[in-house]
């Protein structure tokens, strides 16, 4: 049988994502009120184990992953290169192999994408990518499963970015190419996205009215989008760079570029923010921005990525 890794969107495909969002809903509405820590009634992956490997902090993450597997009746265990051999020396592969005979799946979040893509190479379980320099495919299901709660069909909405061409944005980027909506990218130059996602996802958009597209005006990018996203411009393990900050002030989300977006936008963050920078308070915490939900969404959204890995959907 084919282990299922999901390294990235296009390793589930259109068809693979939408399954997983569309049980991401199912589960999340028949929850209704039980207590957070109670285990779905049908358990699907009860006596099940996951490896969570950090090299990189977390809060939802972390957090997600390990409520993701109480409420699907499984276990995780949490791991980072402080305390164990990651951190004094032995590889990727070699931990992968240990860890598969140990777990039933390893989530690993870390910096260089290769080391996603070794431990999946080595490991004899499903790995997920939970955050690599990369792409961060995780978040990007839970902002999916945010927006199509919001009553928005994917296909056809604009959706506009403001700021740094990050992992975040690059996994934006790919579910456009998957889905079939347009992506204004809002960012200085200097500070783009790498070309390879745009063009991929172009590739895939031929023969649409969608298109990803860099723009250097922030008013133009957000002109008509229907979701209207940010992420902290200083990245994690980054200096808090001057010259960076002055870049990206321009594209800060404010009340007034909020409001050349369509009248029923919602703002998404994937959290931490740095209020008064990437985004000011009055946005973040308005009407119209849907970041709480967006955070739970992580939850919702990695019980179903974990079903799709262990071939339980799509």
Known sequence: MTIRHFLSLSDAGADGVAAILADALDRKRARGTMPKGAPDPDAPLSGH?????????????????????????????????GTTQLGRGETVADTARVLSGFCDAIMVRTDDHAKAEEMAAYASVPVINGLTDDSHPCQI?????????????????????????????????????????????GCPEGYDPAARWIDAANAALTGTNARVAIERDPVRAVEGADVVVTDTWISMGQAHAE???AAMMPYQVTEALMARADRQAIFLHCLPAHREEEVVTSV???????????????????????????????
């Open 141 to 185: 299901v839970a902002d999916l499963l945010t927006v199509l709660e919001e009553g928005k069909a994917l296909p056809g909405l604009k959706w506009a970015w403001l700021g740094d061409g990050n992992n975040v944005l690059h996994s934006i980027v790919e579910a456009a190419g998957l889905f079939g909506f347009s992506v204004a990218v």
């Open 284 to 314: 973040i915490d308005g009407a119209r921005s849907r970041i709480w939900r967006e955070a739970e969404n992580r939850l919702h959204a990695q019980k179903s990525i974990l079903r799709w890995c262990f071939g339980q959907i799509g």
């Open 243 to 245: 010259a960076k900050l």
């Open 49 to 81: 184990v996951l490896a969570t490997v950090f090299e990189k902090s977390s809060t939802r993450t972390r957090v997600s992953f390990d409520m993701a597997m109480r409420q699907l009746g499984g276990s995780a265990l949490v791991l980072d290169s």
